[in-house]
């Protein structure tokens, strides 16, 4: 089992950059696909972006491409997820998750979510 800390959010203007830090807890970390997901107030929760166990596989959602970059460091049970370039539709509560199989992209496929960081970008 692994338990999920997000940080990083917060507020800031159209253009700008954030780097989202997700620390996990667990000796078997390194053994889980990480992804990121967001949700903005009204709408469903989406795929942003997600990373294999041996970081050889990356996959984004296109409505980031070029802009977020995602990462981990297995030393430090931690995964990234860097923003440029935000816009106001990236405003959203931001979480991190973890899966064991399955797809990089399927919400239903990540077994281990943290609680969020809320991501705010004003225009």
């Known amino acids: 089992q692994v338990q999920l800390v997000e940080s990083g959010g917060g507020l800031v203007q159209a253009g700008g950059s954030l780097r989202l830090s997700c620390a996990a807890s667990g000796r078997t970390f390194s053994s889980y696909g990480m992804g990121w997901f967001r949700q903005a107030p009204g709408k469903t929760r989406e795929f942003v972006a997600a990373?294999?166990?041996?970081?050889?596989?990356?996959d984004y959602a296109d409505s980031v491409k070029g802009r977020f970059t995602i990462s981990r460091d297995n030393a430090k049970n931690t995964v990234y997820l860097q923003m440029n370039s935000l816009k106001p539709e990236d405003t959203a509560v931001y979480y991190c998750?973890?899966?064991?199989?399955?797809?990089?992209?399927?919400?239903?496929?990540?077994?281990?979510w943290g609680q969020g960081t809320q991501v705010t970008v004003s225009s």
């Open positions: 990373i294999s166990w041996s970081r050889v596989a990356t």
């Open positions: 998750a973890a899966r064991v199989r399955g797809s990089m992209t399927q919400i239903s496929d990540y077994e281990y």
